[in-house]
């Protein structure tokens, strides 16, 4: 009579041990899952910063090229100003002031075409920064396996059998004999 009893407190207790165990693994999957998803965020971000940082450098870097331009063209064209007021005949002077500007032009329209191949280059940078964050999204956030009372039951069950076969051959459940 002993035996069912020992038997279904065995499966009872597995049971019991299953289920927690189960519940505790899916709890800390969890868990890990929002410390590496935020850990996923600030890493993407501290990327985006990057980006808008170098732009901010090359666009102070493009500053800096256009006023050194700038003032080159004034000086040259002051230059060419001083020698036309000593010289009749300033359209030799006109067409290198003429020089100049289109000099300046030229450099100020580089200037600016590097500026918006480098916004083109910052916006694939953008666009594959956020696919490869997304990528990194889906897998950590894979499915968690949530505790199921059933199969827990259903393994409790089998290792209460179990341990009470075992038990049954080794003889631990014959019963003792009566001592007088």
């Known amino acids: 009579m002993c035996e069912p009893i020992s038997m279904g407190l065995l499966a009872v207790a597995s049971t019991a041990a299953n289920y927690s165990a189960a519940k505790g693994k899916a709890k800390a999957q969890e868990k890990q899952q929002q410390r590496a998803s935020a850990a996923e965020r600030r890493r993407v971000?501290?990327?985006?910063?990057?980006?808008?940082?170098?732009?901010?450098?090359?666009?102070?870097?493009?500053?800096?090229?256009?006023?050194k331009a700038q003032v080159a063209s004034y000086e040259a064209y002051g230059e060419a100003a001083a020698i036309d007021s000593g010289i009749?005949?300033?359209?030799?002077?006109?067409?290198?002031?003429?020089?100049?500007?289109?000099?300046?032009?030229?450099?100020?329209?580089?200037?600016?075409?590097?500026?918006?191949?480098?916004?083109?280059?910052?916006?694939?940078?953008?666009?594959?920064?956020?696919?490869?964050?997304?990528?990194?999204?889906?897998?950590?956030?894979?499915?968690?396996?949530?505790?199921?009372?059933?199969?827990?039951?259903?393994?409790?069950?089998s290792t209460g059998l179990s341990l009470g076969s075992a038990a049954q051959q080794t003889g631990?459940?014959?019963k003792a004999p009566e001592t007088t």
């Not at 940082?53 to 493009?62: D, I, L, S, V």
């Not at 940078?125 to 396996?145: L, W, Y």
């Open 45 to 67: 971000l501290k990327q985006f910063s990057s980006i808008r940082a170098q732009e901010g450098a090359e666009n102070r870097a493009a500053a800096v090229e256009l006023q």
């Open 172 to 174: 631990l459940f014959e």
């Open 88 to 157: 009749a005949g300033g359209n030799t002077i006109q067409a290198i002031q003429n020089e100049y500007l289109q000099a300046l032009s030229n450099e100020r329209q580089g200037i600016f075409q590097q500026l918006a191949e480098n916004d083109i280059q910052r916006a694939y940078g953008f666009d594959s920064a956020a696919m490869q964050s997304e990528m990194n999204q889906i897998n950590i956030n894979q499915p968690i396996a949530q505790a199921d009372l059933f199969s827990s039951a259903i393994d409790g069950i």
